[in-house]
């Protein structure tokens, strides 16, 4: 069996020798929290009084993005991708229109009289191959130093390959002159856990994250703070030990220090927390509690907001995900007459721009990113792979719809059944799953139905394992029925937990009946076998099936209990039924015959999986059947 295991010599994209990628550095540091870096002067402003000179009514252009997740490049599919040419394809972002569309928004603010200020929300790392390079070459923040932005703040997926991960990132940051302004107010060290030390050293010693900017934009001195929210600290464990203060409390603090102490005229969050297309969320529910905060610059749901969400005097915008939207706010500032008064902010205008094909790509931004992807083409080369080598086809769209069966998490937990059962032919897996929230894009045909490697990866981009390779490992252990049942019951309630935690099934049919109460709504489990489906009692806890997912959702397990109030729970067991297991680390091993465990990361599954699928049109290219172009009722919601 050809199994990839990706090769961590990663080529420098100058020419340099090539150097490890992993495993991650390590450090030793107390715990504690942020420095207070305080201001950029050097980049414009300074702390303290007001700055002389009229304070007179200024205009201003905030431009924003969030969730770029390292797409540098146009999504769905790349093989479509023309960023040199207009009006011949349908992908969306990409870091080189990006770059013509900030260009023409700072000349047409120029032109009206207004400053310009450029910001993102976080989650500006982990989706595409690019992340391979993090400890390396940094090409996100390289990039999006390039393009312009002043500041950005820490999101969930930044720390993906846990705090030392991080650590490891902002040191390439640095050794690459990244001087772009990561701020961060709410996250909090441990003073007894060693697995933040390397990230505290870094940050106590060099000020590589701050909690604040302050930063004089035309005539305004702008106070600019970071947040990451409670629900994105909780879909990631791999954060711990660090924790977060509560974004309320976090935020009152700073807005307080920029207006009393900073004396800014305008106060922004940078709040990687949420808001969703209809203003709801933990960033709503910031400004009702901090009211002095004028402008919320919100990420991590993927959401799109047409036009600001306005609670009491405060703006929320976002700008949905993947570097395919740019959120142009348009403000008339008029200063407090006194230091510490509160502004008067205007909304002119709003527009949230779709980074399409209409809008021609800058040349010199996308040579740049061709030579991120040479060096990611020599180190995926030593296992025969490439950046847009073509790994199979497909005759149809699998899409990702929320919150019900997906047709790319069909392919994606087949892909995990199907290898893991060739790993161990005497005791396949009954079962796999996997979460919404680890599956990050669907696959699209496009023009030609091909399928890059770079399109495949990003299905499944995120996460680290023990062995410090990126992508989560695959674990397996047994559930029984009533196991099963109660973790299938959280699909019956998405809108209390959220989409992550939504599951895809293989192997296994599930109805909902939405009109029972909640955790009450599975009504029907089936294991799909050779000889039809196998009807499972639900009560049922003397029978074991193995199962098989990632270590990352096998961590959520426990996720049940809570979200209940205890009423139900998921207990992963060995395979005699009885015995409890750390599902966490049962993890499937590609060589049991050498010594220690070869973690099967979930994309490489995949890849094995589209690799090793039948050659319908006899061209030398796997196929997609194209049943995965649709639900296959493995999920039915009545």
Same mark, same amino acid.
């Given at each position: ?5 990706l ?33 950029? !002067?050097? +980049?414009? %402003?300074s @702390?303290? #009084?007001?700055?002389? /000179?009229?304070?007179? &009514?200024?205009?201003? *252009?905030l ?22 040419t ?12 990006? !770059?013509? +569309?900030? %260009?023409? @928004?700072? #000349?047409?603010?120029? /032109?009206?009289?207004? &400053?310009?200020?450029? *910001? ?5 790392m ?30 969930n ?13 902002l040191?390439? &940051? ?9 701020l961060?107010s ?13 990230l ?15 930063k004089?934009?035309?005539?305004l ?18 954060a ?9 409390e ?41 009211p ?44 407090a ?63 990702f ?63 680290i ?35 992550d ?47 098989v ?12 209990g ?43 599954a995949?890849l094995?999986?589209?690799s090793?699928?039948?050659d319908?049109d ?10 995965y ?10």
């Open positions: 069996m050809w199994l990839v295991a090769a961590l010599g990663l080529g420098a994209c100058s020419g340099e020798d090539r150097t490890e990628l992993l495993p991650l550095g390590t450090g030793a540091a107390g715990g504690g929290s942020l420095p207070d870096a305080g201001s950029a !002067a050097g +980049a414009g %402003g @702390a303290g #009084a007001p700055d002389d /000179g009229p304070r007179t &009514a200024q205009k201003l *252009l431009l924003h993005t969030n969730d770029l997740h390292s797409h540098l490049m146009g999504f769905g599919p790349e093989r479509d991708y023309t960023p040199a207009t009006g011949d394809d349908a992908t969306h972002g990409g870091f080189a229109r990006l !770059a013509t +569309a900030i %260009g023409r @928004a700072r #000349a047409g603010a120029a /032109g009206a009289g207004r &400053a310009v200020l450029q *910001l993102d929300a976080g989650d500006f982990m989706g595409t191959l690019f992340e391979l390079l993090g400890t390396l070459e940094v090409p996100e923040l390289r990039m999006m130093q390039a393009l312009g932005y002043d500041a950005t703040t820490i999101g997926h930044e720390l993906d390959w846990t705090p030392a991960g991080l650590a490891a990132i040191q390439a &940051a640095a050794a690459k002159q990244v001087t772009l302004p990561i961060s709410n996250m909090q060290f441990s003073s007894t856990d060693p697995g933040d030390d390397a505290a050293a870094l940050v106590q010693g060099t000020g590589a994250l701050r909690p604040k900017l302050v004089t934009v035309g005539g001195k702008v106070g600019i703070f970071g947040l990451l929210g409670a629900n994105a600290g909780q879909v990631t464990p791999q711990r030990p660090l924790t977060f203060e509560p974004i309320a976090a935020a009152a603090r700073m807005a307080r220090e920029l207006r009393e102490v900073d004396h800014v005229d305008l106060v922004i969050a940078l709040s990687h927390s949420g808001i969703d297309a209809q203003g709801n969320g933990e960033d709503a529910d910031l400004a009702a509690a901090v002095d905060i004028d402008v919320i610059v919100s990420g991590h749901t993927h959401d799109v907001l047409p036009q600001p969400a306005k609670v009491g005097e405060t703006l929320i915008v976002t700008a949905g995900s993947y570097s395919g939207y740019l959120g142009e706010l348009s403000l008339t500032v008029t200063p007459p006194s230091a510490g008064g509160r502004a008067s902010v205007t909304l002119d205008e709003y527009r949230l721009l779709d980074i399409d094909d209409s809008i021609p790509g800058d040349a010199t931004t996308q040579a740049g990113l061709e030579q991120f992807i040479q060096g990611l083409d020599a180190a995926l080369g030593i296992r025969h792979l490439g950046y847009r080598q073509v790994v199979a086809e497909t005759p149809v769209d699998l899409p719809p929320f919150y019900e069966e997906a047709p790319i998490g069909n392919l994606v937990t087949d892909a995990y059944r199907s290898v893991v059962s060739a790993l161990d032919p005497t005791r396949p897996p009954a079962l796999a799953f996997d979460a919404d929230g680890q599956i990050r894009a669907p696959i699209v045909k496009g023009k030609t139905g091909e399928i890059w490697f770079t399109d495949l990866f990003q299905v499944l981009p995120i996460g394992g023990p062995d410090q390779v990126p992508g989560f490992p695959l674990v397996s252990f047994y559930l029984n029925p009533k196991d099963i049942r109660s973790g299938l019951e959280l699909n019956g309630v998405p809108q209390l937990v959220g989409s935690v939504f599951l895809q099934l293989s192997g296994m049919k599930v109805e909902l009946d939405g009109s029972k109460a909640p955790f009450q709504r599975v009504s029907r489990l089936a294991l799909v076998t050779d000889s039809g489906d196998q009807e499972l009692d639900v009560a049922d806890t003397s029978t074991c099936y193995r199962v997912t990632t270590n990352y959702v096998a961590g959520l397990l426990s996720l049940v809570t979200v209940t109030g205890g009423a139900l729970s998921v207990v992963a067991k060995d395979a005699d039924c009885v015995t409890p297991v750390d599902p966490t680390t049962r993890y499937v091993d590609v060589d049991p015959v050498s010594p220690g465990v070869q973690e099967l990361k979930h994309w490489q995949l094995e999986y589209v090793k699928l039948p319908a006899a061209d030398g290219i796997p196929d997609v059947p194209s049943n172009g649709a639900s296959q009722g493995r999920i039915v919601q009545h």
